[in-house]
């Protein structure tokens, strides 16, 4: 069955620090990678997807995440946090199952101290 | 709408009351997914619709959960006789194609408590 596992429920970082978010996942076939962000009292946006080709995607708001197929992860990057990037991130991962029914992992809360 | 749209943004409901939560997904998406979202656990899968079926409703918790969707736009989720353990917020979402590769947008979520 598939599943995703974000081992840190929340992280600080300093505002101008670099942040990373683990992400690991199990899944049978070749998986379809997302991360989402949450603010509060708002929906999930998405801010970037992995479905094949080039392992390190980059997405919306200068974030990025690599792909690891040996280490069963796909884990998000940004080089500088901003104030404004506290929230909730949500990796999740898909498949070729006819639709796209995503696995979500529980969530990591991000709070940027000044 | 330029976004997915749910109402009511907020419920308060007694135990054992049936509630309805709308959801009105982006204009010409044919796929459109409901989602749980519980404290401490996550975001889980409940229901998918293409055009107005579902092929998947096993993430349903129980046959209190019902949805429909009609038109191909419009859908309901009903949750007969609230429990407590209902409380949530239940979030709608739709993606242009039920295929993998479609991206999929979520709107702000009902959010219930059942007391």
């Known amino acids: 069955a598939q599943s995703v596992t974000q081992p840190d429920i929340h992280i600080t970082v300093s505002e101008g620090a670099s942040l990373e978010l683990r992400c690991n996942y199990s899944?049978?076939?070749?998986?379809?990678l997302f991360w989402y962000v949450q603010s509060p009292g708002q929906g999930l946006q998405l801010l970037l997807k992995y479905f094949s080709g080039d392992t390190l995607v980059q997405g919306i708001k200068g974030f990025e995440a690599e792909f690891k197929r040996s280490q069963s992860s796909f884990n998000l990057r940004k080089p500088s946090v901003h104030w404004s990037d506290a929230a909730e991130y949500f990796c999740a991962v898909g498949g070729n199952t006819g639709f796209q029914k995503l696995v979500f992992g529980t969530g990591t809360r991000l709070l940027v101290s000044p | 709408g330029a976004g997915v749209s749910q109402s009511p943004s907020n419920k308060v409901t007694e135990k054992g009351k049936d509630v309805e939560l709308r959801c009105d997904p982006i204009s010409g998406h044919t796929a459109l997914y409901w989602y749980r979202q519980s404290l401490g656990q996550g975001l889980e899968f409940l229901i998918y619709?293409?055009?107005?079926?579902?092929?998947?409703k096993s993430g349903l918790p129980s046959d209190r959960f019902s949805a429909e969707r009609t038109g191909g736009s419009v859908s309901t989720l009903t949750i007969q006789r609230t429990q407590q353990e209902d409380s949530a917020v239940y979030l709608c979402a739709s993606s242009p194609g039920g295929g993998t590769g479609n991206t999929i947008y979520f709107g702000e979520g009902s959010w219930l408590t059942v007391v």
């Open positions: 619709f293409q055009g107005n079926s579902a092929p998947d």
């Open positions: 899944y049978g076939a070749t998986p379809y």
